[in-house]
């Protein structure tokens, strides 16, 4: 008999399937935080070059600095030598001139922080020059996403590989959070996408395996929709935690907390690991279920006394 049939035989949906959904459904509404996150860790910013560190000896303030060394609606270049000209109300361009000379910064940008106080932005300076690097961190993400939906395998088991997956994940995604350089944080945004697949590939699957099979389709648009709420979360979350570190960390801690729930809590493959029925408690046999081979064997009739041998011929 299939192990879906078995099910409807036995009772189909019951309060074990609808708190295995729940307890799987719980972090597939955070992963949306991991898959989107750098949407605002890496957010964008109004960012201008640095002046000279001589520039502070003049005694202007902020807005004047900026306007003596950095072209107006300039983000990646400043003044080689300071514009004074620029303070005066009708000031104009020495006569004879070009245009003012003006160089790379090399003293770093000034940022606007009245949005996210830090990203992974203004932490590594990825602007101008170094603007691609911030599609590398999430192209190398994508990367892990697509290597760890290859690698996830189903000979130890989907609950033991599950359990392995939520711990890569809050490992890794704590480790991001303390990432001293770029380098090593796409190392650890590359691992945490390969835990992502094993927890989608295995959690759905080990989902809708004990559904019967007319409550399939319901689970898993439930699922779907779980991790669609997981994204407003995220947008919510995000806007409390304006630090991409603290953020970056809040959203990994809890996947500590479900590795240990799901060891304890969620079954295996069912097909993998049978229940073992004492055959006491067995019928002989049941209409229904004519395939179910009988645990206690029918007596047989006595067989009738055998005959003395004849006795040998001389």
């Given at each position: 008999?299939a192990f879906?049939?078995?099910?409807?035989?036995?009772?189909?949906?019951g309060?074990?399937?609808?708190?295995?959904?729940?307890?799987?459904?719980?972090p597939?509404?955070?992963?949306?935080?991991?898959?989107?996150?750098?949407?605002?860790?890496?957010a964008?910013s109004?960012h201008?070059?640095?002046?000279?560190?001589?520039?502070n000896?003049?005694?202007?303030?902020?807005?004047?600095l900026?306007?003596?060394?950095?072209p107006?609606?300039?983000r990646?270049?400043r003044?080689?030598?300071?514009?004074?000209?620029?303070?005066?109300?009708?000031?104009?361009?020495?006569?004879?001139s070009?245009?003012?000379?003006?160089?790379?910064?090399?003293?770093?940008?000034?940022?606007?922080?009245s949005?996210?106080t830090?990203?992974i932005?203004?932490?590594w300076?990825?602007?101008?020059?170094?603007?691609?690097?911030?599609q590398?961190?999430?192209?190398?993400?994508?990367?892990?996403?697509?290597?760890g939906g290859?690698?996830?395998?189903?000979?130890?088991?989907?609950r033991?590989?599950?359990t392995?997956?939520?711990?890569?994940?809050?490992?890794?995604?704590t480790?991001?959070?303390?990432a001293?350089?770029f380098?090593?944080y796409?190392?650890?945004?590359?691992?945490?996408?390969?835990?992502f697949?094993?927890?989608?590939?295995?959690?759905v699957?080990?989902?809708?395996?004990?559904?019967?099979?007319?409550?399939?389709?319901?689970?898993?648009?439930?699922?779907?929709?779980?991790?669609t709420v997981?994204?407003?979360?995220l947008?919510?979350?995000?806007?409390?935690?304006?630090?991409?570190?603290?953020?970056?960390?809040?959203?990994?801690?809890p996947?500590?907390?479900t590795?240990?729930?799901?060891?304890?809590s969620?079954?295996?493959?069912?097909?993998?690991e049978?229940?073992?029925?004492?055959?006491?408690?067995l019928?002989?046999?049941?209409?229904?279920?004519?395939?179910?081979?009988?645990?206690?064997?029918?007596?047989?009739?006595?067989?009738?006394?055998?005959?003395?041998?004849?006795?040998?011929?001389?």
């Amino acid at each position: 008999m299939a192990f879906a049939s078995l099910l409807e035989h036995v009772g189909g949906m019951g309060r074990f399937q609808v708190l295995s959904v729940l307890l799987l459904s719980l972090p597939v509404l955070m992963m949306a935080s991991h898959n989107l996150l750098q949407n605002f860790t890496a957010a964008g910013s109004e960012h201008r070059c640095r002046p000279r560190p001589e520039a502070n000896a003049t005694g202007l303030d902020a807005e004047a600095l900026l306007r003596v060394w950095v072209p107006r609606g300039e983000r990646c270049r400043r003044f080689v030598a300071p514009q004074w000209w620029l303070l005066e109300a009708n000031g104009s361009a020495p006569n004879g001139s070009s245009g003012p000379e003006t160089e790379p910064c090399g003293d770093g940008w000034i940022y606007d922080r009245s949005v996210f106080t830090s990203t992974i932005i203004t932490e590594w300076d990825l602007v101008c020059s170094s603007r691609g690097l911030k599609q590398l961190a999430q192209s190398l993400y994508m990367a892990g996403v697509l290597v760890g939906g290859g690698s996830c395998r189903e000979g130890f088991g989907r609950r033991s590989v599950l359990t392995w997956c939520y711990l890569q994940m809050a490992v890794m995604g704590t480790c991001s959070s303390f990432a001293p350089t770029f380098s090593m944080y796409c190392l650890f945004r590359f691992l945490t996408g390969m835990a992502f697949s094993g927890i989608v590939l295995n959690g759905v699957s080990l989902s809708m395996e004990w559904m019967p099979t007319h409550m399939r389709a319901l689970v898993g648009t439930f699922m779907g929709y779980c991790y669609t709420v997981g994204q407003f979360l995220l947008a919510g979350v995000a806007f409390a935690i304006p630090d991409w570190r603290r953020l970056q960390l809040v959203v990994s801690l809890p996947f500590f907390g479900t590795s240990i729930i799901f060891t304890s809590s969620i079954p295996a493959h069912p097909i993998h690991e049978p229940t073992t029925i004492p055959p006491s408690t067995l019928p002989l046999s049941h209409p229904s279920c004519p395939d179910l081979p009988s645990p206690r064997r029918v007596p047989s009739a006595p067989r009738p006394p055998q005959s003395p041998p004849c006795p040998s011929r001389p």
